[in-house]
């Protein structure tokens, strides 16, 4: 009951979840460090592919849609689209999984 495994208090009949609503400097380096070894691992891919003489329609596409975390402006990188959110932006940690689904892209204009 004490201790650091206690359980959350219940808000409304419901478990109240204690998400920040930013990320800290260390999450957002840990973020920045899965984009990169995403790209990595994507244009190892490549390479290795186009040196046996291959194309992956897969590779292809990303390469395609996804923009690099170079490429990326930092409102994109910590930020996603939501259309119930205040400005229509909330933090990319709010996502359910958010470190194991790749969320690059968002709508035109957002």
């Known amino acids: 009951m004490f201790g650091p495994f206690r359980i959350t208090n219940p808000l409304s009949s419901g478990l109240l979840w204690k998400i920040p609503w930013r990320l800290s400097k260390f999450q957002k380096r840990r973020h920045r460090l899965r984009m990169r070894a995403v790209d990595s691992v994507v244009a190892t891919l490549d390479s290795a592919l186009a040196k046996q003489g291959h194309k992956l329609e897969s590779i292809q596409r990303w390469q ?3 923009p690099t975390e170079a490429e990326m402006l930092p409102r994109d990188k910590y930020t996603m ?3 119930y ?6 933090g990319i940690h709010k996502l359910p999984k958010w470190t194991r689904v790749s969320q690059r892209v968002n709508p035109p204009g957002f």
């Not at 959110?85 to 909330?90: D, G, H, L, N, Q």
């Open 85 to 90: 959110a205040k400005k229509y932006r909330k």
């Open 81 to 83: 689209f939501s259309r």
């Open 64 to 66: 395609a849609e996804m």
